[in-house]
T-cell receptor, first 113, second 116 residues
Framework: DAKTTQPTSMDCAEGRAANLPCNHSTISGNEYVYWYRQIHSQGPQYIIHGLKNNETNEMASLIITEDRKSSTLILPHATLRDTAVYYCIVRAKNTGTASKLTFGTGTRLQVTL | DTGVSQDPRHKITKRGQNVTFRCDPISEHNRLYWYRQTLGQGPEFLTYFQNEAQLEKSRLLSDRFSAERPKGSFSTLEIQRTEQGDSAMYLC??????????????FGPGTRLTVL
């Protein structure tokens, strides 16, 4: 699976959009981009995933660049409850055997009043 | 779906003791994964099952670790002769199908192990 690079930490004011970048310059054509988040002392929570088109669900939007070498997770109106570590993960579409997730250290998002 | 559940949520044990954790996946999910997470790090893959078959084990899974999923439903992770380095959060995840957009892993709350 391709490696991802994320900023270590970010701050966002409550009510504003939080834009979390991820670089995955070595991504291959059969690899999806997944986003999870982990609130302190809880298990990771699935947010969204995409292949090449932008995706939106009730939690967030995922914008993938045309060359697929980077993506941005957007939380449109961040709240204090969105304070968490956000992980960007690249994973093969058809893994054949293990579909394990390879986590990095993620981005620690702090939402403030 | 009731979500992935894990038991216990916290476990404190003395070095050298054996511990066992249980994971109940989302019903009808045929894949079950175990991960371990130490402080300040992201989760690391340990092993996974497709139904009752254990299909892959990480090199992190030493011979003191054993995992089972006897009937393809719940799974147990046992650590024998615990060491202080085993202190971590043990996470379980499950997913429905391989190689499709539905193969999304959903995690449980984890079991935090502290070895004294």
């Amino acid at each position: 699976d391709a490696k991802t690079t994320q900023p270590t930490s970010m701050d966002c004011a409550e009510g504003r959009a939080a834009n979390l970048p991820c670089n995955h310059s070595t991504i291959s054509g059969n690899e999806y981009v997944y986003w999870y988040r982990q609130i302190h002392s809880q298990g990771p929570q699935y947010i969204i995933h995409g292949l090449k088109n932008n995706e939106t669900n009730e939690m967030a939007s995922l914008i993938i660049t045309e060359d697929r070498k980077s993506s941005t997770l957007i939380l449109p109106h961040a709240t204090l409850r969105d304070t968490a570590v956000y992980y960007c993960i690249v994973r093969a579409k058809n893994t054949g055997t293990a579909s394990k997730l390879t986590f990095g250290t993620g981005t620690r998002l702090q939402v403030t009043l | 779906d009731t979500g992935v559940s894990q038991d216990p949520r916290h476990k404190i044990t003395k070095r050298g003791q054996n511990v066992t954790f249980r994971c109940d996946p989302i019903s009808e999910h045929n894949r079950l994964y175990w991960y371990r997470q130490t402080l300040g790090q992201g989760p690391e893959f340990l092993t996974y099952f497709q139904n009752e078959a254990q299909l892959e084990k990480s090199r992190l899974l030493s011979d003191r670790f054993s995992a089972e999923r006897p009937k393809g439903s719940f799974s147990t992770l046992e650590i024998q002769r615990t060491e202080q380095g085993d202190s971590a959060m043990y996470l379980c995840a499950s997913s429905l199908e391989m190689g499709t957009p539905r193969d999304t892993q959903y995690f449980g709350p984890g079991t935090r192990l502290t070895v004294l």
